[in-house]
């Protein structure tokens, strides 16, 4: 009994465990891993083992002729017990005394597996334990994070994979909660002796951006939000395209756009320079937002130190003008500078068109900002030509934007074109 006690402890050591990959852990030349991930070694390897135990037990213990016994099943988390003493969880690898011994093989929702092996002193025997489902089980597939699964009523747990088994015949009602990606319902029917699967998709068209940068500790930027420090994920995001901006102290500026297809997870690595330099955006509008790679910067004239070396977009848009497009290139220690000249709108249209209703009443409101108003004189019903214009001039950066009151009509104009 103690050469069997000392014996399956010694395996236990050398063996690592409970898999065949840890077998030779803790041989201090390391070469048991890689030798025994060949299949074709094992029964070279496995009788090694026990000779090696057999010296290392000494010349008393070394007469008991011992053996291996490797045990697998296809059920995971089945326990085994050899003698009807329990040795471990499958998959096991046991050293036990030459001879018959009996295997049991047991987990809940399974019929239990018992045999009876012969082991030979100095060899090793593989037993695949097949135990045969008897109760129905539930596993639940997520393609997010942190949702929470209910039969029902009652919590499952959390995470991308949970399950339920085993569990019992019926119908039942299956829920699934998540804080962003909101609430999915359905019904499930389990049978006996099966596995019912269920794959749920509750990201549909949102994606997730992910950001590493080099060195780590940026400060993500993104759409104009601080998301605090890299690494970090942005999880949900809509698909399209996004602005990101990162700083660092003693670190270059870095603009990037980000683009999220429908459902996908983006990855952005970005390496941090210590030098950069210098760009300059002068909006001919005071009030103008001046954006760089699609990130908003702010509005007026602006003036960005430690811009990453590279080459950039610009845009400069206000309210009554038309947007401004450039690309500029930034140059390691250079200032780089451009002037955006905003150009007003002018609207141009000419047609045939009859007045239905009444002409403006006295004290209507005024609109502020560009349109296809104006003031019609005339009598009810009368047809007039009308020739429609309203221009904007541009304004200097001292100026506000310009704005044109026009009163606008309480009826209806329903153009005739020719």
Known sequence: MRSRFWSSWIGRKLLGARTRVALFESCPIGWGEKVLASAAMRPVILPLLVSICSLLLGAGQAAAATGILEVETNASGAMVYIDGQMVGEAPILEMVSAGRHSVRVERPGFAPFEQRVTVKADTSVQLKANLLRLDPAL?????????EVF??????????EVSLDPAEVGNYELRVEHEVFG?????VR?????VTPV????RGSLGSVTIH???????VFFDGMDYGPTPTTIDPVKAGNHSLKLSAEGKALVFKQVVVGPGKAVTVDVEMVEAGGELVVRPSVKAAQVFVDGVLIGPGKQELQQVKPGRYSVRVAAAGYVDFLDEVEVEEGKKTQLSARLEGFTYQKQSNARLVGGPPSAGADVVRKPGFWAAIAGGVGAAVGISLAVALSADS???E??????????????????
């Open 213 to 219: 940068s080099d060195p780590e500790g940026a400060r």
């Open 151 to 160: 039969l029902d009523g009652r919590s499952l747990g959390k995470g991308r």
């Open 397 to 399: 950066s001292d100026d």
């Open 190 to 194: 389990l049978e006996a002796g099966s």
């Open 199 to 202: 794959e749920l998709k509750l």
């Open 183 to 187: 609430t999915w319902r359905g019904k």
């Open 401 to 418: 934007p310009g704005v044109v009151g026009v009163p606008q009509p309480p009826t209806d104009l329903a153009f005739t074109l020719p």
């Open 139 to 147: 596993e639940v597939r997520i393609d997010v994070e942190g949702a």
